[in-house]
């Protein structure tokens, strides 16, 4: 018998060997222990502590003063007539699962199983005499998150390590699907008229009736990811690496699909297929000598979509825009071009040089180039040959089906990115530490420049949602604006010629219509000097001072900076403790903000602004100029930490710590403004009563704040009207006011976010005679207040809207108790029981959701198919035997 | 605020006499005239530490295929030399300890670790937060014991020995959208390196966006139309850890697009409110889009970039 498990154990090993590079087509990257919900990090679970406990030092503490945790029982391993010694086990039973085990909340990561179930294996080899050693694991075997992993090699000579992880991620299980080929490039319509019939509301009817007695399901996808690496120990301190990651994303997630020129045209939840597949490769060397340590690595990453274009057939009866003579009815499908297949590349090189003589320094070098590319096929801009249309005149037939009607005919993207990195690190004495650091990095944009504009009609701009609507700009025709007899065609002729057009010198009809493509790029430039002061035996100071460079062309800001300064304490010197403090003061300022800074990307720089009165200015107006984007505006921002741990006798810790951030944009009237603040004081408690049992508890109460302003337009920005004229339009009305034809300030609303949360978690572990217990409870109530002001009067909103929308949403609330319960009763000194119970509830609220499980179209062409999270209670059993090897 | 940093500060000035007190004076370096001992006479006292230390990768590596001389010590080769301590075990000074009590300096027991484990993903050790905060190795790893299934950790796995400090984090990653960290399929290492990086938070990659490519390598593009903030930072819009809202980000939609969108023209600058909900439209209130669901995604569904010649609007 024990010949046949040693020779079962061999296999087994042997056989994942063999059958993880196999695995390994499914997956990319995971770097940690690949583990489950059950099992996290694959640690042993119910395993029997050793009750002799660490060795002589009872109650010993890491350097910062934690506890130690007491060791446990390892079972010998076993040894075979040969010198191969061996260890494994496996954890099988069977499982039960009560509740509201489909709720999509409850499955989000995980794949609780039920009935008989392998729930993790290991198996260990090692044959002393060469070094040679095998580790196997596994996990969830056959379920949505099992995992299996194995490390293979010679001590101090190479190493093989593989793994393999599948994460299950549920969206949904309340999803309403009008659609069969979910999952595919095509959805079609099972029990309704693409294109609608008849009008909105005998449509609506329709699928209100389709939708009713749909039953509801789930919208999720897979990730399997699995990884080789290989690493080998060379002569003269060098060692090479080499790995291999796949990632294949299967399965489909709820997305949105829009019909007309945007807002009201008619938009529809569908589900978005998902086939997504990446590969990973890595190589490199390291050096590690005793003054010189260097890494030269590279990196190629390969993404691939399998569903490049997602094609779904239309349900509703959508309002057309911009184009005429096309009836809605002809829409009956609607096309995406989903992420496209791209590829990124990385070479990277590190070095440190000590150079011990001069103050003790340590000089540290990384520099890296990298670029990510992608030149997917385009698709043309409509599916149907538009027959019979027209778009300011000018025909659509059979000019925008066909990627003829594109300035180009693939992507074309690609942008690099820089990485150069200096540090010096000097110790001119035992007790000072000085070090200096300057860092770049940069994207840069090498893609082609894209314009919107069809060469098979002449005409700049884009047509919207295969056709349905459009975003079209034209020389304005209206009197004194071009000269005499311009046609709303004057632009057609230049064949998409950017300059050319520019060139015409004709004042555009509309400023918003995007004619370019922006290549965005950004570099960011850090340069930091701190210091290190001892200042006892056990204490330190260190005070730094950073100053950060932003450049980003294109954005409202290009340039921007932010002076911080830090301080941090250390305090080692407590008995059985550490105190760490830091503060971080940040200032960040800029250049001048441009509400605009896009304009040459848009309709309004093909020519001069129109001047003549009655000329509706609105669209060349953009952003309310006293809006600050967050991540370019002035800020100042307080940064607190403190972390403290001391033991209570020799075997109980306690730890506080309390971080708050504070953050105030003083030149933000709208977007972002005032001050925001996240504040967490957490606690925690380790009690080791004895070297077999234990208690703790800890919570973290976190609360935020963060606050907003808008300002609504109102009329249009015309010159000639309000005191608009051509030379002032730009700064009257973009600038908000209690005048302004546009924002008016009596207009402005302010948002409040408030976030209320909560973390808690309690357990024990007690061993009575030969039985363990583990109790392991967790709790978390999250809750956000949205709350605002505005005035209704200016606003528009009547009394009923008023009163229903009062001061604010209802609160988002998000509470999940988790219990886990494990017994583990010995049978036979190879052989265990675990008893577990999982008890796990729920309870969600999002007020974006309220009534649409009741009323899916509110609208006669909008369709919301996710009726949203839903509460939950569950119930999980399982019984697990043990068997070691 | 001031007033708690001054309370602080207060606290710090009084504690720091108080460690002076606590912490023995004494010189962890070891007695130059130590000499090896070897594995067999530590175990004679110290066979229960042995118990648990020979289950582990570091015992496997000394004992079975040292890569050289120093490692064949094994217990000696981290501790350093035995003879003075096996002549007076309380002699603190007289052998390299790892634990609070014994006292040697952090900076001593790294120092030993990095003997054999300098360069490599410790290139930056030097200087890292971690280092600036007086981490030490045995802090977050615990070479006695296989507390954890691999890499010698201190507690059970990656995420409850980073939770030892940062416990903000794990209390995001309780929130209502998170990571799938407490489910066990990521840890902390698969964005961050411990210890240490050319990032400030430590992060594996040289971005925040490269760190995020790392598994959403569909969003990597580049895009045939690009949204600024997206190419930029996914943090702009995302908590990476967790958040109480849908798709971990940092504020509730339509606000959080309304953060920087207030347009002329169009619907973003418009107040959107309660009663514009699937419900509200029932009662009157006036059904808006961009409040029901996923609000503006509703709509601008490929918010990360598009790549369709119409998609300028990121809706196809």
């Known amino acids: ?885 | 605020m001031y007033q708690f940093v001054y309370w602080v500060l207060s606290f710090i000035a009084v504690a720091a006499p108080v460690q002076n007190q606590a912490a023995p004076v004494q010189s962890a370096q070891v007695t130059p005239a130590a000499t090896y001992i070897g594995e067999a006479r530590c175990i004679q006292c110290h066979g229960q530490e042995n118990k648990h230390f020979s289950g582990t990768l570091h015992a496997m590596t000394f004992r079975l295929h040292p890569a050289n001389p120093l490692q064949s010590r094994s217990c000696e080769a981290c501790h350093g030399p035995g003879s003075n301590h096996a002549r007076n075990a309380t002699d603190k000074t007289a052998l390299i300890g790892f634990t609070k009590k014994w006292g040697t300096p952090v900076a001593t027991q790294n120092g030993q670790c990095l003997t054999c484990h300098d360069g490599g993903a410790r290139m930056h050790w030097a200087g890292s937060n971690h280092d600036r905060s007086n981490l030490s190795c045995a802090d977050c790893h615990n070479t006695m014991q296989n507390a954890s299934a691999n890499s010698l950790l201190a507690r059970k796995n990656i995420s409850d020995t980073c939770a030892q400090c940062h416990r903000e984090q794990r209390a995001d990653f309780r929130k209502r959208s998170h990571m799938p960290l407490p489910e066990g399929k990521i840890s902390c290492v698969d964005c961050h390196n411990p210890h240490g990086s050319s990032t400030r938070s430590l992060l594996n990659a040289d971005s925040v966006n490269d760190v995020c490519y790392t598994c959403h390598t569909e969003k990597r593009g580049p895009m045939l139309w690009e949204h600024a903030p997206v190419r930029e930072n996914c943090v702009n819009c995302h908590q990476p850890h967790g958040s109480n809202h849908d798709k971990l980000l940092v504020a509730a939609r339509p606000y959080l697009c309304q953060q920087c969108h207030n347009l002329s023209v169009g619907h973003n600058s418009t107040f959107y409110r309660d009663g514009q909900t699937a419900e509200g439209a029932l009662l009157g209130g006036g059904q808006s889009p961009r409040i029901i669901g996923r609000t503006c995604q509703n709509c601008h569904s490929q918010i990360h970039g598009s790549n369709h010649p119409a998609g300028a609007r990121f809706q196809r």
């Open chain 1, 1 to 885: 018998m024990k010949i046949l498990l040693q020779t079962a154990v061999v296999t087994l090993g042997l056989s994942l060997i063999v059958a993880a590079p196999a695995q390994a087509q499914g997956s990319a990257g995971q770097q940690g222990t690949p583990g489950n919900a059950l099992n996290p990090g694959n640690s042993e679970r119910g395993v029997p502590s050793d009750p002799e406990g660490t060795g002589i030092v009872v109650g010993s503490r890491s350097p910062t003063g934690l506890l130690t945790v007491a060791p446990t029982l390892e079972k010998a391993a076993s040894t075979t007539a040969s010198g191969l010694r061996y260890r494994a086990k496996i954890e099988f039973g069977a499982s039960g699962l009560s509740g509201d085990e489909h709720a999509a909340k409850f499955r989000e990561y995980k794949d609780l199983p039920s009935g008989a179930y392998p729930n993790n294996f290991a198996v260990s080899i090692e044959k002393p005499k060469s070094a040679f050693h095998f580790d196997g694991v596994g996990g969830g075997v056959t379920k949505n998150d099992q995992y299996y992993g194995f490390d293979v090699g010679k001590y101090n000579t190479w190493r093989v390590r593989g793994s393999f992880s599948e994460v299950p991620h549920f969206f949904t299980s309340t999803y309403d699907s009008l659609w069969s080929g979910v999952g595919t490039s095509t959805l079609t319509l099972s029990r309704l008229v693409p294109g609608g019939t008849t009008n909105a509301n005998t449509t609506q009817a329709a699928m209100q009736s389709v939708i009713a007695s749909t039953s509801q399901g789930d919208v999720d996808l897979t990730r399997q990811k699995s990884r080789t690496r290989v690493d080998l120990t060379l002569p003269s301190n060098w060692k090479a690496y080499a790995s291999y990651t796949r990632e294949r994303r299967d399965g489909s997630r709820p997305f949105g699909a829009v019909f007309g020129g945007g807002g009201g045209g008619g938009n529809l939840e569908i589900p978005e297929s998902i086939d997504y597949n990446t590969q990973d490769v890595l190589a490199g060397v390291q050096f590690a000598g005793t003054q010189t340590n260097l890494t030269v690595q590279t990196t190629a990453s390969f993404f691939h979509n399998d569903i490049d274009t997602l094609t779904f057939e239309n349900p509703l009866f959508i309002t057309t825009n911009t184009i005429a003579g096309v009836p809605s009815t002809t829409f009956t499908r609607g096309q995406f071009d989903l992420y496209p297949n791209n590829r990124a590349y990385n070479v990277r090189g590190e070095i440190v040089q000590k150079l011990p003589h001069f103050l003790k320094s340590r000089v540290t070098g990384v520099f890296a180039g990298g670029q990510m590319r992608q030149n997917d096929a385009l698709i043309p801009p409509a599916l149907e040959p538009l027959t019979g249309g027209t778009i300011n005149g000018v025909s659509t037939t059979g000019v925008w089906n066909t990627t003829n009607a594109l300035s180009q005919t693939t992507a074309d993207r690609q942008i690099g990115t820089r990485l150069a990195d200096v540090g010096i690190v000097m110790n001119p004495s035992r007790d000072f530490t000085v070090r200096g650091k300057v860092r770049y990095y940069g994207t840069n944009n090498e893609s082609s420049d894209y314009v919107a504009c069809n060469p098979l009609t002449g005409q700049w701009g884009r047509l919207l949602n295969n056709g349905s609507g459009g975003s079209f700009v034209t020389p304005n025709t209206a009197a004194g604006n071009n000269p005499p007899g311009t046609l709303n065609t004057g632009y057609n002729g230049t064949a998409c010629n950017l300059a050319a057009t520019r060139a015409l010198g004709l004042a555009p009809n509309v400023g918003d219509v995007p004619i370019r493509s922006a290549p965005y790029e950004y570099s960011q430039t850090n340069s930091v000097v701190s210091t290190d002061f001892r200042l006892a035996r056990s204490s330190s100071l260190e005070a730094a001072f950073e100053r950060e460079n932003f450049s980003r062309p294109y954005r409202e800001r290009e340039k921007t900076w932010e002076n911080k300064v830090r301080f941090a304490y250390v305090n080692r010197g407590f008995d059985s403790g550490t105190l760490r403090v830091s503060y971080e003061y940040g200032h960040r300022r800029g250049g001048d903000f441009v509400a605009a800074p896009l304009a040459d990307f848009y309709s309004g720089s093909l020519g001069p602004a129109p001047v003549a009165n009655g000329t509706n200015m609105t669209t060349f107006v953009r952003n309310v100029d006293q809006l600050r984007r967050f991540d370019v505006a002035d800020r100042n921002q307080n940064i607190f930490n403190v972390r403290f741990n001391h033991g209570i006798g020799s075997m109980l810790d306690a730890s506080v710590g309390v971080q708050v951030r504070d953050l105030d944009y003083p030149a933000s009237e709208y977007g972002s403004n005032q001050q925001q603040r996240l504040t967490t004081p957490s606690f925690e408690l380790d009690w080791q009563m004895s070297a077999t049992s234990n208690a703790y508890g800890f919570y973290s109460l976190q609360t935020g704040h963060l606050q907003q302003a808008g300002v609504q337009t109102t009329g249009t920005c015309t010159i000639g009207n309000s005191g608009v004229v051509a030379s002032n339009f730009s700064s009257l009305c973009a600038t908000a006011s209690a005048t302004s034809p546009l924002f008016p300030i009596s207009r402005t609303w302010d948002v409040s976010q408030k976030d209320h949360n909560g973390a808690g978690g309690l357990g024990f572990r007690y061993e009575l005679g030969r039985v363990m217990t583990e109790v392991a409870y967790t709790y978390t109530k999250g809750r956000t207040g949205v709350t605002y002001e505005y005035d209704p009067t200016a606003l528009g909103i009547n009394a009923t809207q008023a009163a229903l929308a009062g001061n604010g949403f209802s609160d988002l609330l998000f509470e999940q108790h988790i219990c886990e319960a494990t017994a583990v009763v010995p049978i036979a000194p190879r052989l265990s029981l675990r008893l577990l119970y999982w008890y796990e509830r729920g309870k969600i609220h999002d007020w974006h959701y309220d009534g649409i499980d009741v009323n899916p179209m509110p609208a006669n062409n909008g369709a919301y198919l996710d009726v949203g999270a839903q509460s939950y209670k569950t119930h999980w059993f399982g019984a697990l035997f043990r068997f070691d090897l």
